[in-house]
């Protein structure tokens, strides 16, 4: 029979992950089944381990049971451990070893595909959430001159920028505190864009050479980007890149081969317009 993998989120029905991952199943030769599992409310530790136990050999784990997961793990790993929450399962045995891609994703996807350096730029962050708290240790472990939180509830981005100080520099602060302070690189890490909303940045954030990346996928010229277009900045993206780039790294935890990412992006791809 062939490996057993699936992810379990709820709803479920959106996930592009069983498509990625049957792309670099075939792409690399490797037999495994990749199905969907849409987890039930409060029963997330249950349902986790009849796919263990009925073969499952690792799992991604999306909304809303992140946190739930990290609880079910016996082993977390240094990442997941900071960001408090985990993607993905490997199922060893008796152990659960836990993960977070969601930030290697990310940073591989800025500077491997879009080819931006996060070395020595000045950095900004919005959000204080799930997705932000995945992203600081490999943000850091890049080494930007500067590497910036804001978040609506200010508490949240200083108490981060305290909590990882021993991995480098980096502060949190207040939207208004942007103020005259430009930026190289501008990650909208906040749900706001879920909601069509615009987190509060003044514009002046954004240079005309720099970045500005989306982390949520396929919602298309969210008012993040509208708002940095407007300001010059010529490079634009979503997070189509980071969501392909994390399932790259599951993929090559699980089978020790990692898959060529170019092909599923392409095919994932929505136009941002
Ligand atoms: P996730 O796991 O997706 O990061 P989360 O932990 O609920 O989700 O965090 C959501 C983040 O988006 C928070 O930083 C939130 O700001 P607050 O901490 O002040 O609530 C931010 N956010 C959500 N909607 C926003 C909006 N309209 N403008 C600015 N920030 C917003």
Redesign the pocket.
């Known amino acids: 029979m062939s490996d057993q993998y699936a992810v379990i989120g709820n709803p479920i029905g959106h996930t592009k992950s069983p498509l990625i991952h049957g792309m670099f199943a075939e792409a690399t030769g490797q037999d495994l089944v990749y199905t969907a599992i849409e987890g039930r409310p409060g029963q997330f530790a249950e349902d986790a381990a009849s796919f263990r136990a009925a073969g499952g050999r690792g799992m991604n784990v999306t909304a809303p049971f992140?946190l739930e997961a990290f609880a079910f793990a016996t082993e977390r790993s240094q990442r997941a451990s900071l960001a408090g929450?985990v993607n993905a399962f490997k199922f060893e045995g008796e152990r659960v070893l836990a993960e977070n891609f969601d930030g290697v994703g990310l940073t591989r996807d800025v500077v491997s595909n879009l080819g931006c350096a996060l070395r020595g730029k000045r950095v900004l962050i919005?959000?204080?959430?799930?997705?932000?708290?995945g992203a600081l240790l490999p943000f850091l472990e890049q080494g930007p001159a500067e590497l910036v939180i804001a978040?609506?509830?200010v508490d949240?981005a200083q108490a981060l920028a305290t909590e990882l100080r021993d991995h480098g520099a980096l502060r949190g602060c207040g939207y208004q505190d942007l103020e005259g302070q430009g930026f190289d690189i501008v990650f909208n890490?906040?749900?706001?864009s879920l909601?069509g909303?615009?987190?509060?940045v003044p514009a002046t954030v954004f240079t005309a050479d720099g970045l500005a990346y989306e982390l949520a996928y396929g919602k298309g010229l969210t008012p993040f980007l509208r708002l940095a277009q407007q300001a010059g900045v010529r490079q634009l993206a979503d997070g189509v890149g980071m969501l392909v780039e994390q399932a790259a790294e599951a993929f090559d935890w699980w089978r020790g081969v990692r898959p060529e990412t170019a092909a599923a992006i392409a095919r994932l791809t929505v136009p941002l317009c």
């Open positions: 992140k929450a919005l959000g204080a959430g799930g997705a932000t708290r978040n609506r509830t949240k890490a906040t749900s706001a909601r909303e615009l987190p509060p």
